[in-house]
C-alpha cells in the first residue's frame, strides 16, 4: 500500500481527506503542527506528502523547503490562499502541485493517484536510463539526478530536473506547455499550466548565465520551449 502523511492544522478537513484516501487504498497519517509534520516527513518513508501553508510552528513553505533540501518525495501543497505569489512561492520552492481550498475529496484523491504514478514512471525509466547527456558545458546524471554547468553542481527540485531532462533529450523539438505539463505532472486538465513558466523560470535562473538571454531552454512565441544544441 501507497503511505500518504497529510500535515493539516484542521483536523476535520485532515480527517476528512484521510477517508477518502483510506477509501482508495492508501495508508495515511496524519500532523497537525508543522514541527511534528517536518519531523515525520523526514523520518519516515512516504509515498506523496500534502502539505498545508498555514500551519503552527513551522509554516508549510519551511517544510516543503527542507523536505527538498534532503529527498525527492511528491508534495502537494494546499492552502486557502487564492494569491498567485503564494503558488509561484510554493511551487518555487519545490512543490509539485498547489490546489486551494475549498476542493472536492475527488480531486485531491485524482492529483495523488497522478502524481504517485508519474514519480513511479520516472523512477523506473531512469533505473533504464544510464547515460550522461552533455550539451554545451551543461551535464546532466539521469540515474543520480544531478546537474553540473560548466563542471559546477546546481541544484535542481525535482520538477525542473525533469523539465531540463525532457527537452535536452529531445534537443530541437519544441514543446508546448501543455505537453510538458503533461509529461511531468502526469496530468492534463487537473493543473494549471502556468506552473510550466514558473518552472522554466526558475531552471532558467540557476542553469543559464544570463536568464534573459538563454543559451540552453528558448522561447518560441506562442508556441512552447525547446532546447537549443
Same mark, same amino acid.
Given at each position: 500500500m501507497k503511505k500518504v502523511l497529510i500535515i493539516e492544522d484542521e483536523l476535520s478537513i485532515a480527517e476528512l481527506e484521510r477517508d477518502y484516501l483510506e477509501i482508495?487504498?492508501?495508508?495515511? %497519517?496524519?500532523?497537525?503542527? $508543522?514541527?511534528?509534520?517536518? &519531523?515525520?516527513a523526514l523520518n519516515k518513508n512516504y509515498n506523496l506528502i500534502i502539505l498545508d501553508v498555514m500551519l !503552527? #510552528?513551522?509554516?508549510?513553505?519551511?517544510?516543503?523547503?527542507?523536505?527538498?533540501?534532503?529527498?525527492?518525495? =511528491?508534495?502537494?501543497?494546499? &492552502?486557502? #490562499? #487564492?494569491? +498567485?505569489? %503564494? /503558488?509561484?512561492?510554493?511551487?518555487?520552492?519545490?512543490?509539485? +502541485?498547489?490546489?486551494?481550498? =475549498?476542493?472536492? !475529496? $475527488?480531486?485531491?484523491?485524482? @492529483?495523488?493517484?497522478?502524481?504517485?504514478?508519474?514519480?513511479? @514512471?520516472?523512477? @523506473?525509466?531512469? /533505473? %533504464?536510463?544510464n547515460e550522461i547527456i552533455e550539451i554545451k558545458g551543461l551535464s546532466i546524471y539521469p540515474t543520480s539526478r544531478r546537474v553540473y554547468v560548466n563542471g559546477n553542481e546546481v541544484i535542481l527540485t525535482a520538477k525542473e530536473f525533469d523539465i531540463l531532462t525532457i527537452l535536452a533529450l529531445n534537443p530541437n523539438k519544441v514543446f508546448s506547455k501543455d505537453n510538458i505539463f503533461e509529461k511531468v505532472w502526469g496530468?492534463? &486538465?487537473?493543473? %494549471?499550466?502556468?506552473?510550466?513558466?514558473?518552472?522554466?523560470?526558475?531552471? @532558467?535562473? #540557476?542553469?543559464?548565465?544570463? =536568464?534573459?538571454?538563454?543559451k540552453y531552454i528558448e522561447t518560441i512565441w506562442g508556441v512552447g520551449y525547446r532546447f537549443e544544441m
Open positions: 482508495n487504498g492508501f495508508l495515511v %497519517d496524519i500532523e497537525v503542527d $508543522g514541527e511534528t509534520g517536518l &519531523s515525520a !503552527p #510552528k513551522v509554516d508549510g513553505f519551511e517544510i516543503c523547503r527542507q523536505i527538498r533540501n534532503g529527498m525527492d518525495v =511528491p508534495i502537494l501543497m494546499v &492552502s486557502a #490562499k #487564492k494569491e +498567485d505569489i %503564494d /503558488k509561484i512561492r510554493g511551487l518555487g520552492l519545490g512543490a509539485d +502541485d498547489y490546489i486551494t481550498k =475549498p476542493f472536492s !475529496p $475527488g480531486e485531491l484523491v485524482a @492529483r495523488v493517484k497522478a502524481h504517485i504514478a508519474r514519480y513511479e @514512471r520516472l523512477i @523506473r525509466g531512469t /533505473k %533504464d536510463q496530468m492534463d &486538465s487537473l493543473g %494549471d499550466i502556468g506552473t510550466v513558466t514558473v518552472h522554466i523560470r526558475k531552471l @532558467r535562473e #540557476k542553469i543559464e548565465v544570463d =536568464p534573459s538571454n538563454p
